[in-house]
């Protein structure tokens, strides 16, 4: 097939080697490969098809060595924004501190709140005053223990039974009460049915009594178990934080406050009262550890813990109305922080940091072609994508070259029957339409959950299977014309081994052929495999392939917005599709100059 | 003749058949979970017309899929025989009502693509062919090799983003514009072509390579001929060597590569349809088929498949017609 040709030296040459005219010597015979090296090379579309093959290759299958990012590193930046740290309101809700082992049920706490707002007694409370009510068959009594700033300050005590009697008889009485003095008081009592009286005394005891249908109860006040205040107690330092809630305590400061001291003693420990216009400080050793106030502070997070500065400066400033203020915060670093009021509510939010995906970001000198719509290097993940796509084209023409070869060469060697089928096999194959295949295999595959590497040798399988048939019919063709070539019959004629005539004189007569073809397909492989990424059938994350990022483009705000993720991966694909065709075209030149056109 | 045509015709149907049956068993690779979260679907969809159980057993039945896969492919043929190809799952009509909706659109597509693709192939080609390796050649050879290299959906997606985005001079996507119901058919007509700009103009780009090369082939294959010589050594004027006999002796294998043009034209063009959201049988069939409508896909590569027989037929009748050497073969 190959013509030889001849190329004399120059006449610089011939000069210096005194050769003569005729001599053979000057004759310089190139083999044929040779040959076509030297025509490839002048095609100078070829030599650029190839220099941008040598890139893209470079470009992805070293370039990730080089690149300092991994394939699926997601990048993310810090960003701060204004975020709720803390909340505050001036409290309007009674506080209930409940002693300890002893229980204040909500139904009480609403027939208290009846009992002290005057609607069941009807009359106005001053300090010392007792006010008693009833809910689930239980008494309380209720002690005004203090009145600050028009808001009062209430301790509440349950009732011990003593006695109860019916009819002007005592039908039951304590064994501990069960004296003559305390009996007769008591029948004399119940006896005088006008009195409106609800204590009684006697002795040292005074009874309280009440009355239920016709059964008259006589009960001791027991000691107070709630004490019941509109203060806030905010615990500045987190070991005081107990404190708060802890009735003995809070009942020690209101005593101390109630007798006008200025300390008081707690659990080992001498607590300093001092009384600002607003609010109460508590100090230890001269620290203020607990702030007795009527503002409500607390964090918005579960996990935020607020450092004493900033319950200091926060209540003052929502007090003074001020709107930006700074504080130090529990690991000791300045914070800014500005104040919302909303609702009655007041928003401390502070400059939080948070991390945000790099999502979209246009180019920057840490990612040249910036990130995609993951949050990832796009050139580290072209160049990752390259080495799929380069690979899947590769994998999948060997894989078509090989079927194409043997089934066109078994036709085409053994002709007849064989053949005849072999024929119709390829236009089985021709006829099934490429794309509804691939599509349903792949909806086959995600229904099966494949996983993505599986997926890609399995995609490179199908499109080998179905594009195996062209190259089956120009091995075919090539072997049925060779064979009625006057070289083959001669051949054949000189008794040849059948293998010496497949690898002597068939195989170098198509290989030419071969070689176009596969470049040729390499070029319309990678196309496909990019098609299909796109159409969403492909590589599946974490991998990359240059179509699946083209992808991104589908959705209409990353391809108006963000040209970077996808008009250089598109490029690529255009580029080295375009790189295969001029080799693959340079070749064809190279190996038939009859056939240049 | 005949006898070579009834020869291929039944080979046709033949292939059409055994290719049918070997989509028919990928499509039953899908496992049994699919068709009952199908049917799951369509209970809730339907609003309780029919029960879950029932509408399984129907698509059980209607699909073969309580059957082998032979026993249910004949019986999805004969059903197909008599026109039946079932309800598309995704539209929920009968897949030839989808079928006659959305067919013209691609056809009208691909007319108008055909026409505008011969108009500058058919030029383009001839030009490179008498100049050849002058640099017209060389950036006509180049950019029919771009064309053929470029990926479907990277140009449609940058025709879009540059023509429709940043200059605004087409429509993003659809078929028609917000105004349409209120136009005349005249106007009504003028905005379907209006939208129908950048599809179009992403088909030729396409196709314009493979058939500038193809023309271009030829036509030096002709030009090397003996009778062109003649002709020249005649002194014929070079318009009438090209055009006339050059040229029309082109024809015989471009009639050829046209008759393969017929799958396309009719099967329309998935990628472009998508990208552009024109509701041909492309875009119709490409999103029946990712939702996984076993009928429709059925249909649908049924009917490519007669497409691309049909086209093989006709190209070697039109050879026949054309060459009358082959005749005589």
């Known amino acids: 097939m190959n013509t030889e040709e001849i190329k004399t030296n120059s006449s610089q040459e011939t000069q210096e080697n005194g050769y003569a005219l005729d001599d053979a010597r000057r004759i310089k015979v190139l083999s044929p490969s040779m040959m076509v090296f030297k025509r490839f090379v002048r095609n100078k579309l070829a030599i650029v098809g190839f220099v941008i093959l040598v890139v893209m290759f470079i470009f992805s299958f070293l370039g990730p060595i080089f690149s300092p990012y991994s394939i699926a590193q997601l990048f993310t930046k810090d960003s701060y924004e204004w975020k709720t740290y803390a909340t505050g309101r001036y409290n309007t809700d009674p506080n209930y501190i409940v002693a300890d082992g002893y229980d204040f049920p909500s139904g009480a706490r609403s027939q208290f709140l009846l009992a002290v707002s005057g609607k069941t007694g009807g009359k106005e409370l001053n300090i010392g005053d007792t006010v008693s009510f009833e809910s689930n068959n239980a008494n309380y009594t209720v002690t005004v223990l203090d009145f600050k700033d028009g808001k009062p300050v209430y301790a509440i005590g349950g009732t011990e039974f003593v006695a109860s009697a019916l009819l002007g008889k005592i039908n039951k009485i304590e064994p501990e009460f069960d004296t003559p003095e305390i009996r007769e008081a008591l029948t004399a009592r119940a006896a005088d049915k006008k009195s409106k009286e609800t204590t009684l005394e006697v002795g040292d005891y005074t009874f309280q009594v009440s009355s239920v249908a016709k059964e008259i109860v006589f009960e001791l006040a027991g000691e107070d178990s709630v004490l019941v205040s509109y203060d806030v107690f905010l615990a500045l330092d987190n070991e005081y934080e107990p404190l708060t809630r802890n009735f003995e305590f809070v009942k020690a400061v209101y005593k ?161 029957w064989t053949d005849t089928a072999l024929m119709r096999l390829v236009d089985l194959v021709n006829a099934i339409p490429f794309y509804p295949t691939i599509i349903i295999i792949g909806s086959v595959l995600d229904h099966l959950k494949v996983g993505a590497t599986a997926r890609l040798f399995l995609l490179m399988v199908v499109i080998g299977v179905l594009g195996w048939t062209g190259i089956a019919r120009v091995v075919r063709g090539q072997i049925l014309s060779l064979r009625e070539q006057d070289f083959m019959i001669a051949t054949e004629a000189t008794g040849i081994k059948t293998s010496k005539w497949i690898f002597r004189h068939l195989v170098p007569n198509v290989m030419p052929l071969l070689i176009v073809n596969a470049t040729m397909g390499l070029g319309s492989v990678i196309l496909l495999e990019a098609t299909l990424g796109f159409l969403g059938l492909g590589v599946k994350y974490p991998m990359a392939s240059w179509g699946s990022i083209i992808n991104q483009a589908t959705d209409m705000h990353i391809m108006t917005n963000a040209w970077w993720i996808w008009i250089p991966a598109g490029a690529l694909i255009l580029i080295t599709v375009l790189g295969f065709n001029f080799v693959g075209d340079g070749l064809r030149d190279a190996f038939d100059p009859k056939m240049k056109r | 003749m005949s006898k070579f045509l009834i020869r291929r015709i039944i080979l046709g149907i033949c292939i059409i058949i055994l290719g049918a049956l070997v989509f028919y068993a990928i499509i039953r690779c899908l496992p049994a979970s699919y068709i009952e979260k199908m049917a799951r679907q369509f209970a809730a969809s339907t609003n309780g017309r029919k029960t879950y159980t029932e509408w399984l057993t129907e698509l059980n039945h209607v699909y073969g899929m309580d059957s082998g896969i032979l026993t249910g492919f004949f019986r999805w043929c004969a059903n197909a025989i008599r026109g039946d190809f079932g309800d598309s799952w995704k539209y929920m009509k009968p897949v030839t009502e989808v079928f006659r909706d959305s067919i013209w659109w691609s056809v009208l597509m691909n007319i108008i693509t055909f026409v505008l693709e011969i108009l500058i192939c058919i030029p383009l080609g001839i030009l490179a062919a008498r100049k050849q390796y002058s640099k017209t050649d060389y950036t006509i050879t180049v950019f029919a090799l771009a064309c053929i290299s470029l990926p479907s959906f990277y140009l449609a997606t940058l025709l879009k983003y540059f023509l429709s985005v940043k200059l605004g001079w087409f429509p993003l996507y659809g078929l028609t514009g917000r105004l349409f119901n209120s136009m005349t058919p005249m106007q009504q007509t003028g905005d379907i072509l209006y939208h129908l700009v950048l599809p179009v103009l992403t088909l030729a780009m396409l196709s314009i390579g493979g058939l500038t090369r193809y023309v271009r082939t030829n036509m030096l294959e002709v030009l090397n001929a003996d009778y062109i010589r003649t002709a020249r050594a005649k002194g014929l004027p070079e318009k009438v060597v090209i055009n006339k006999h050059a040229f029309r002796n082109t024809l015989i294998p471009l009639v050829s590569y046209m008759s393969f043009l017929l799958p396309n034209m009719f099967g329309g063009a998935m990628i472009t349809e998508e990208i552009f959201q024109i509701p041909g049988i492309g875009r119709i069939a490409y999103q029946a088929m990712i939702t996984g409508d076993i009928p429709f896909a059925m249909f649908y590569t049924v009917f490519l498949m007669i497409l691309t027989q049909i086209s093989l037929i006709i190209a070697d009748i039109m050879y026949a017609v054309v060459d009358p050497r082959v005749r005589v073969n």
Not at chain 1, 269 to 291: A, I, N, R, Y
Not at chain 1, 326 to 345: C, H, K, P, Q, Y
């Open chain 1, 256 to 416: 101390a406050a109630g007798e006008d001291e200025t300390s008081f003693e707690y659990d080992g420990k001498v607590f300093e009262l001092t009384e600002t216009e607003t609010e109460t400080e508590l100090s230890v050793d001269g620290e203020v550890v607990m702030l007795i106030s009527d503002i409500n502070i607390g964090a918005y997070q579960t996990d935020t813990v607020l450092s004493s500065d900033f319950l200091l400066k926060a209540s003052e400033v929502i007090r003074t109305g001020a709107a930006d203020f700074s504080f130090t915060d529990s690991n000791e670093e300045e914070v800014n922080a500005r104040i919302n009021l909303v609702n009655g509510n007041y928003y401390v939010e502070t400059a939080q940091k948070s991390q945000l995906l790099l999502v979209a970001e246009g180019p920057s000198p840490e990612h040249p072609l910036g990130t995609d719509s993951y949050g990832m290097d796009l050139l580290t993940r072209l160049m990752y994508g390259g080495r799929v796509s380069l690979m899947v084209g590769f994998v999948v023409v060997f894989f078509e070259t090989f079927l194409g070869v043997i089934i066109g060469g078994i036709s085409g060697y053994f002709g007849r």
